[in-house]
């Protein structure tokens, strides 16, 4: 039986998620978005071009949550996304209403599914599926340390010239401008960036890795990243999908790891069929756990702040 992943959503970002996923020929698509007949239009799209790919996949688009019935996936992409001078949390209000909505009905149709959820602000949003929706936390998981940690690998590789396949970068914590790019334990052919690089290059990447998201906020002026944020999300549904024990940086709900509690948070997690199958927990120096636990500080006031606007 063929897999489905069904994209909530079908925005830039899902509708590029999408497009990497039909590449991938992983599994059938399902594309909901509240706007009439954009959903089908791309997907419609989309699957005149599979013939050119030679891929095999069924692509349709629809309004209403009945279409994504059995999915192995979901993928929530829906709200806005941000605009010049906004903070990832200063979409808050709207998106908690659309994802809390979308990720109900969703689960309805798909009872078995596993949640990958990519609306800002991120971590919040994740923790508001499963809390909302009473999931074990092996089946939510927030995309945005791949996308972090692609980031700083981009600007390493544009910096140093070598090939982005010798570079692995490792962007930890919550997704705002307190992320915490680990140079330690980052590497270039397994030379760590510290030695790799001169100290004030590497704290200009850092400081660029940091602003990523604004950087493409500024420059676009109508909306957010979506290739990277959509490769990122490919990446995580084919793992899952495989059964790949893939490790990779997400968004997982914390208990006990890392010392944190009750919230979720950017650490190195397990991928696999059943989701987010394991937390690895890395050593950390003393500098390391500061810039954790102010991130983590940023992500719970988030948190805390859903807990006053939403009853979940
Ligand atoms: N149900 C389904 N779709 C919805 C709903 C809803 N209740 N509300 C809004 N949408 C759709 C919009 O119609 C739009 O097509 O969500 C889509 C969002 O797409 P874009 O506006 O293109 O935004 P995008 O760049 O894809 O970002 C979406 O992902 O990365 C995050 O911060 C970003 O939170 C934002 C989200």
Redesign the pocket.
């Known amino acids: 039986m063929k897999n489905k992943i069904s994209i ?9 998620t999408a497009l990497w996923l039909a590449e991938r020929e992983l599994a059938d698509l399902v594309l ?4 009439e007949g ?2 089908q239009g791309k997907a419609l799209d989309m699957a005149e071009a599979m013939p050119i790919i030679g891929k095999d996949v069924e692509i349709v688009g629809a309004n209403e949550y009945e279409a994504t019935k059995d999915s192995d996936i979901i993928i929530i ?6 605009k010049p001078g906004m903070s ?1 949390d200063d ?1 808050l209000n709207t ?1 908690a ?2 994802v809390g ?2 990720s109900s009905e969703t689960l309805r149709h798909s009872p078995n599914a596993i949640f990958l959820v ?3 602000p ?1 971590d919040t ?1 994740a923790y508001l599926t499963m809390k909302r929706n009473g999931l074990a936390r092996e089946r939510v998981i927030g995309q945005a340390g791949i996308l972090d940690s692609a980031r700083m690998s981009a600007f390493v590789a544009m910096e140093t010239g070598v090939s982005v396949e010798n570079i692995d970068c490792y962007v930890l914590g919550g997704h705002g401008d307190e992320m915490v790019p680990l140079t330690r334990h980052s590497n270039i052919a397994g030379v760590s960036l510290r030695d790799y690089l001169p100290a004030d290059r590497l704290e200009a990447i850092i400081e660029r890795t940091r602003k990523g ?1 604004s950087e493409i906020v500024s420059l676009l002026k109508t ?4 290739y990277a ?1 959509a490769a990122a999300c490919a990446q995580m549904a084919e793992a899952i999908l495989k059964d790949k024990k893939l490790i990779v940086p997400a968004a997982a709900y914390m208990q006990g790891e890392y010392g944190l509690n009750d919230m979720f948070f950017g650490v190195p997690v397990m991928l696999g069929a059943n989701g987010m199958e394991k937390i690895i927990e890395y050593d950390l120096d003393e500098e390391e756990q500061a810039a954790f636990a102010q991130s983590a500080e940023v992500v719970k006031e988030t948190h805390t702040a859903l807990n006053k606007l939403v009853k979940i």
């Open positions: 909530i959503g079908a925005g830039m970002t899902g509708s590029t909901v978005d509240i706007l954009m959903p992409t829906a709200g806005i996304p941000r990832r979409l998106n209403e659309i909505t979308a990519l609306t800002n991120l949003m998201g909306g957010s990243a979506f944020p």
